[in-house]
């Protein structure tokens, strides 16, 4: 039997132990052997919960436990999962986490214990949810130079997007919804500003260059700016909008970013909606892939987290397919030299102007103001253009 301690008894913490509860069997048959709950630690009362004798105050209840071998974190923030997160490594106890905030910031420095030690560090679901793309990543797509990953990564703002667009709700409504509902972040400005999608493209950039992404290397623009105003023009040219994680990788380069983006209903993101997540995976030889699921909340989340515990029950020995080095700061492709096409919005009066500086091309009518689709430029090039034509009132980037 495999005996499992759980750090953090909040939503996802709460899901992973009602599915080692309710899926026990279908667990034996996956892993070859039992799985079973011995420790969870919360600063929490749970002194009312059916099995109350499992729960501790005490983190030395869960690191000196030589009975456990696999410690789940789903505790989120940094400061104290930080400090647990490297003292279980060092004491060989392998460890699985959702957050995705600490994968993010600090994955490189546990790798490299998790190898020293032998033992696994694994983070499936701080992306995507109950998505698989973390595995399918690291195994399935081993034989491809990957150029590009992209996606909607955050299901809070993809829920609020939907609710506000579909169903005419207040931005404030949907994001109350999404709160209760268990998406959204402790602050959900993390949500909103698109720093949660931030961490989430940077590991994934990170696994697929195999060096640590900052997060202060990524382009981050949350969906504070889009109005009804956009989406409106939005459907009159065909596309809807949704905040896009992207990274792509160009002649040993890599660039990332976050920010609303305009999607062509032709490609299937457009049609991803709610609490869903999909990321889009390009690789030189497979082509296209694309998975799907549920970003966000209690058992989707989860699903992902035990996954990671049966896969460590099968092998509980250090894997570097799953890790990435210290980041080489060298190899980033500044944000100003991507290129894109953009739709702009400006005053009537500026048609002229920007005729002569962007060329002529259709401008559509909004309500109030008129709208256009760039050539393909760099997004410096589109700062400097918008600064010869004194300002825009909006500029979203398209999706290509
Ligand atoms: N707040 C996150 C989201 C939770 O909304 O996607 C899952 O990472």
Redesign the pocket.
């Known amino acids: 039997m495999k005996k499992i301690g759980i750090i953090g008894f909040g939503v996802v913490g709460s899901g992973v132990y009602e599915i080692i509860r309710k899926n026990k069997d279908i667990l034996t048959k996956n892993a070859g052997e039992e799985i079973d709950v011995k420790r969870i630690l919360d600063i929490r009362d749970f002194s009312a919960h059916e099995e109350a004798h499992l729960f501790t105050k005490d983190f030395n209840d869960l690191v000196g436990d030589s009975e456990i071998d696999i410690v789940v974190e789903t505790m989120g923030g940094i400061k104290f999962a930080y400090e647990y997160t490297k003292a279980l490594l060092s004491s060989g106890k392998s460890v699985v986490t959702?957050n995705?905030e600490l994968v993010a910031a600090h994955g490189d420095e546990f790798f490299r214990i998790a190898k020293e030690k032998n033992v696994r560090y694994l983070y499936e679901a701080?992306v995507g949810?109950g998505i698989p793309i973390i595995r399918p990543l690291a195994n399935d797509a081993a034989a491809n130079d990957i150029c590009e990953v992209s996606g909607i990564?955050?299901?809070?703002?993809n829920?609020i997007l939907t609710k506000m667009f579909k169903e005419n709700e207040s931005f404030e409504g949907a994001l109350k919804t999404?709160q209760e509902l268990g998406?959204?972040?402790k602050d959900p400005t993390?949500?909103v500003d698109g720093f949660?999608a931030c961490r989430?493209i940077s590991i994934l950039m990170s696994l697929v260059t195999g060096k640590k992404i900052p997060s202060e290397m990524v382009h981050i623009a949350g969906i504070r700016t889009i109005t009804a105003e956009d989406v409106t023009y939005a459907a009159a040219i065909g596309y809807t909008i949704k905040l896009i994680g992207c990274g792509f990788t160009k002649e040993g380069m890599v660039n990332a970013s976050v920010e609303p983006m305009l999607i062509p209903e032709s490609c299937p993101l457009s049609t991803v909606e709610d609490?869903f997540?999909s990321v889009m995976v390009k690789g030189n030889m497979v082509d296209t892939l694309m998975f799907y699921g549920r970003?966000?909340g209690k058992l989707p989340?989860a699903s992902a987290v035990v996954g990671d515990v049966v896969d460590i029950v099968r092998s509980g020995e250090y894997n570097p397919y799953f890790s990435w080095e210290e980041s080489d700061r060298e190899s980033f492709i500044p944000y100003e030299d991507v290129e894109a096409k953009f739709f702009v919005r400006i005053e009537e009066s500026q048609i002229p102007v920007a005729r002569e500086v962007f060329g002529d091309r259709e401008f559509i009518k909004g309500v109030n103001d008129y709208g256009f689709v760039t050539d393909e430029i760099t997004i410096g090039k589109l700062a400097a253009d918008i600064e010869k034509i004194g300002g825009v009132i909006n500029k979203i980037r398209l999706y290509k």
């Open positions: 959702s995705k701080s949810g990564l955050n299901g809070t703002t829920y999404a998406y959204a972040e993390a949500d949660d989430k609490v997540n970003g966000a989340t």
